[in-house]
């Protein structure tokens, strides 16, 4: 025989926080610049590490190819 489910009790909603003080703002703010920066900096670094792959890939293609064509003759 199946048992029925459980229900779960969940607390009330709290009460809605209170505003952040300007010290908090400026915290966050600071914090989401060097975020920013810090995304910015390895959005670069991966831009510069895409186009390397890319361009080892259609070396290696074209060589393929010229082997291939090469082996066929």
Partial sequence: MTM??????????????PPPTSQQLQKLRAKLEKDRKNLARWMARLKRAFTFVQKHQQRIARLERLIT???GE
């Fill in 69 to 71: 064509k090469l082996h």
């Fill in 4 to 17: 029925p489910r459980r229900r779960l009790i969940r607390p009330a909603t709290p009460a809605a926080a």
